[in-house]
């Protein structure tokens, strides 16, 4: 599994990519109207074999420690896309931001599938 070094006054910390992909999956999938992460745009022989990342979440690391995030997504419809990617954008900032002090440099929303049926959960 990779993992990155962020060197701080106290010390070291080394942050696993898969935790990463476990937070930006959750605060994706708090925003109203986000149906489900997409696995659409990995090949399933890929998915089968490469468990560093989590589905629908890519992630990589700038030469300065800054994260870039891929995330792919289907929205129900009737949702505004642009509101909603905003959102997502924000969301998943200040969940890293927060949890684990990571700085990111560019958070990417794709929309993969946009779902007709809407189950209604009280969400």
Same mark, same amino acid.
């Given at each position: 599994?990779?993992?990155? =070094?962020?060197?701080?006054?106290?010390? %070291?910390?080394?942050?696993?990519?898969?935790? *990463?992909?476990?937070?930006? +999956?959750?605060?994706?999938?708090?925003? =109203?109207?986000?149906a489900?992460?997409?696995?659409?745009e990995?090949?399933?022989? %890929?998915? *089968?074999?490469n =468990?560093?990342?989590?589905? +629908?979440?890519?992630?990589?690391?700038?030469?300065? +420690?800054?994260?870039?995030?891929? /995330?792919?997504?289907?929205?129900?419809?009737?949702?505004? /896309?642009?509101?909603?990617?905003?959102?997502?954008?924000?969301?998943? %900032?200040?969940? *890293?931001?927060s949890?684990?002090?990571?700085?990111?440099?560019?958070?990417?929303?794709?929309?993969?599938?946009?779902?007709?049926?809407?189950?209604?959960? +009280?969400?």
């Amino acid at each position: 599994m990779a993992d990155t =070094k962020m060197y701080g006054e106290g010390g %070291k910390i080394t942050c696993d990519k898969a935790i *990463l992909a476990s937070i930006v +999956g959750l605060a994706t999938k708090e925003i =109203k109207g986000v149906a489900r992460l997409s696995n659409s745009e990995t090949p399933w022989y %890929k998915r *089968l074999f490469n =468990k560093e990342e989590g589905e +629908g979440v890519k992630i990589k690391f700038d030469t300065n +420690g800054a994260v870039k995030v891929d /995330v792919y997504v289907d929205v129900y419809i009737g949702e505004s /896309v642009p509101e909603l990617a905003f959102k997502i954008q924000e969301n998943i %900032k200040n969940n *890293l931001s927060s949890m684990v002090e990571i700085k990111t440099s560019n958070i990417n929303v794709h929309i993969m599938e946009v779902i007709c049926d809407r189950i209604d959960n +009280g969400v």
